[in-house]
Every structure is written in C-alpha cells, then in structure tokens.
C-alpha cells in the first residue's frame, strides 16, 4: 500500500460512500466528477483491491470499502473540527461551534437559544448536526452536544439540567372521531403513528409498551416534525415532548397512567474544549436555555 496517499483522496472517498454516485461526491465537495473518480481510481490501486462496484445506479461499496468507513469519517470529522478550531480566537467568543441534538431539541429549542446566543455575540457561527443517533464527541463530531441519555465516556464535560416528559397525543377531532383510547391494549384499534427505523431510544420506549409492536403503526416515519404535523393533522395517535404539545391547544394528551416517561436533558462536550471561550459560553447558554424547557415541562 502507498503511504504517501494524500488527505484529499480520503475526503473523496468518504465523500462517494455517503453520496452513492462520483456527480454526488462532487457536488458535496464542490469537485469536478473527473477529479473524484481519479481520487477513487488511486486509493483502489494503493490498495490493490476495488473500493466500490459500478453500475448506472451508481458506486456499490464493497465490504473493504465499508470496513473502512468508520475510518473514514473519523478523519473526515476530525478535519473538520481542526478547521472550527482554527477559525477565532480560543479567548474570544468568536468562531464556529458545531452542535448535536435530536430532531425535536433542534427544530423547537434550540433556535431562541441560538437567536440571543447570536445576538449577545455576534462573531459566533453555529453548525446544527440534527439526528436521533448520538454523535461521537470522542472523535469531534460535534463540539456541543444535547443528549437524552447520561454520557458515559470519561473524557467528556457533562452538566444535567432537568427532564422532559414524553407521552401519547392525538388532535381532538381524531378523538372525537375513533375514541379516546382507555388502555395500551387499545392502541390496536387507533391509527398510531410510530417510528420506521428502530434505535437504541425507540428499543427503550418500546419495553415500556409490551401492548405496542412496529406492526401496529399506521404511519412509520423516522423524523419528529413530520410525526408531530401528522397528530396535528388528525391521523392518529403519537409519541411526542407534552411541553411541545400544548404548543398546540387541540393536542390532547391520551393513557398519561399508561405512558409516562421522563427523558434527562444532558449538555455534553469534550474536557479539552473548556478552555476555550466559545464552547464555554455555548455550553452554559444551552445549560441554561434548556434548563428553562424542563422546568416548563414540570
């Protein structure tokens, strides 16, 4: 293997693995295709071996190619990282800050936090990394994280700043219209709406629903907005924050005996990080603005 294979190449690779085509790596790394395609062609030779099958539908990675991903991305996150940490000065409140959450934290808490964030100082930049999966902090995915479970690795700063509630809702008119529903063994006469991939969260919901099963899901989507605007649409009965729901009036919480659970709030980021002035002042600005959600939802 060639040794002296340059960043550029690995970037390229990871860039095909997330994009499936050499016009998509292109387009995310704003390259020409010809370029990419050399990149992919170079690191196949260092290697001796095919990364990737080509068909019209694109580039299939081959099972070297994905025992190499995580690698991949490890360099590709840590790049990324080096070049926030390059941008403003570590005593200053001034550069880019890179933040994890889930979708809902994202869409419905964080933008007032970020507003006067932005607003009390004007030279911070801030990128929103929105997934139900937890990133690794470890390996400077994200400089900040918002996290539902407690962290366990050693080398990360952690601060719990209270819980949320999360219950079952359905919009008044569908209640009117199906009933509301008297126990978990119920559900199996309601449109319920539900997760389509199962995570390390839905798996812990779901022990506390041994009545609920993936099959019983009228709408099976994996992003929390589009669940939300369905229970406000009248589908059916879902799972959402109860302080996100009475946003809305005609959300009706449903079985609060049944299905009462209490997620912590974490602010999560890595213990190198807390000399420096702007991950500081975004940590305590997310401790304190979500610190605020939770106890608007006791």
Not at 133 to 143: G, H
Not at 259 to 280: A, C, G, K, N
Request: some cysteine; proline content about 4%; hydrophobic content about 45%.
């Amino acid at each position: 293997m060639n040794s002296n294979i340059s960043w550029d190449v690995y970037r390229s690779f990871a860039a095909v693995l997330r994009a499936g085509t050499l016009s998509g790596a292109a387009r995310l790394l704003g390259m020409t295709q010809p370029s990419i395609a050399r990149h992919i062609d170079a690191l196949e030779r260092s290697l001796g071996e095919d990364l990737f099958v080509r068909s019209q539908r694109g580039l299939s990675p081959t099972e070297h190619a994905l025992v190499l991903q995580p690698h991949a991305e490890a360099l590709v996150a840590a790049s990324a990282a080096l070049e926030r940490g390059g941008r403003g000065r570590p005593h200053q409140a001034e550069g880019v800050v890179r933040i994890s959450a889930s979708q809902t934290v994202g869409v419905v808490h964080l933008p007032p936090i970020l507003a006067g964030l932005r607003q009390a100082h004007p030279a911070l930049a801030f990128e929103l990394a929105l997934s139900d999966q937890i990133d690794d902090l470890l390996q400077r995915r994200a400089d900040v994280a918002v996290r539902m479970t407690e962290p366990v690795q050693k080398a990360l700063v952690a601060k719990r700043v209270g819980s949320v509630q999360i219950g079952f809702h359905a919009h008044q008119a569908y209640l009117a219209r199906r009933g509301v529903p008297r126990s978990l063994r119920d559900l199996a006469a309601h449109d319920v709406i539900g997760f389509d991939v199962e995570t390390a969260f839905t798996r812990a919901a779901m022990r506390s629903l041994p009545d609920l099963d993936r099959s019983m899901f009228a709408l099976r989507v994996d992003n929390d907005a589009a669940q939300f605007e369905a229970m406000r649409a009248g589908f059916g009965i879902g799972i959402c924050q109860t302080v996100v729901a009475r946003r809305d009036p005609a959300l009706i919480r449903v079985l609060p005996d049944a299905f009462d659970l209490q997620l912590p709030i974490w602010i999560v980021m890595h213990e190198d990080l807390r000399r420096s002035t702007r991950y500081r002042v975004v940590f305590d600005a997310l401790a304190e603005g979500l610190k605020g959600v939770a106890e608007a939802d006791v």
